[in-house]
């Protein structure tokens, strides 16, 4: 089956500054990789997501990026703030059985 | 419009206790899914319904059995509860059957075994 691994899997910046979260994927087959955000107690929401026939989708300040050769995505937030802290999901999924494979998840702390 | 609708939010049992898990969605979506959250592991499958009348395993079945109940309801239930079941257990629908697509989650019902 697919194993999604996703690193860093705790990841502190300053108010303004990047952040960076990377996930890779062994099933050569995936082809739906959604991004999650998961606030304190809360459920986890989608905010981006991308389908393998693009290399590069932006959302005003979060963007993911592709490489199906590499079998590998990212999640890339700019001018980050306080509230862009939470838990961050990276999956994939394929047809046949649209089932979603998740990463170990990376919680962002945004110090003010 | 409530979404996904998952019942309870919190319970507590003992080894050996049975219990079911509601899930209900209002969007008219054809598939759902059940998902397990432990600290540091993501969120794993369960169980999923890709429309009314089936069910399949996903990662980690052992212990749960599912039940589609029409096209609105998919319920959980662990017939022997034991503590490695501790868990926030999470209820999603999807519109898409054949292809992924975006998951609509529930609030989520935690569940601790003593």
């Known amino acids: 089956g697919e194993n999604v691994e996703q690193h860093p899997s705790t990841l502190s910046v300053q108010e303004g500054d990047s952040a960076v979260i990377k996930c890779t994927y062994s099933?050569?087959?995936?082809?739906?990789f959604p991004w999650y955000k998961q606030e304190l107690g809360k459920r986890p929401q989608l905010i981006i997501d991308?389908?393998?026939?693009?290399g590069e989708k932006k959302d005003q300040r979060i963007a993911v990026t592709l490489n199906k050769t590499a079998k590998h995505f990212s999640l890339h937030i700019t001018e980050t703030q306080p509230e862009d802290s939470a838990v961050y999901f990276c999956a994939a999924g394929r047809n046949a059985g649209n089932m979603l494979t998740f990463g170990g998840g990376t919680r962002l702390m945004v110090k003010p | 419009n409530a979404g996904v609708t998952q019942t309870p939010k919190f319970q507590v049992l003992k080894t050996g206790q049975s219990m079911t898990l509601q899930c209900a969605q209002d969007m008219n979506h054809n598939s759902m899914y059940w998902y397990r959250q432990d600290p540091g592991m993501g969120l794993r499958l369960i169980y999923y319904s890709a429309s009314e009348g089936t069910t399949d395993k996903g990662e980690v079945p052992n212990g749960y059995n599912v039940s589609r109940l029409n096209k609105r309801e998919f319920s959980l239930r662990l017939e022997s509860a034991a503590p490695s079941q501790t868990s926030v257990y999470f209820c999603?629908?999807?519109?898409?059957?054949?292809?992924?697509?975006?998951?609509?989650f529930g609030e989520g019902s935690r569940l601790t075994v003593l």
């Open positions: 999603a629908s999807s519109e898409l059957t054949a292809t992924p697509g975006e998951l609509f």
């Open positions: 099933d050569s087959a995936s082809n739906y």
């Open positions: 991308i389908r393998s026939n693009v």
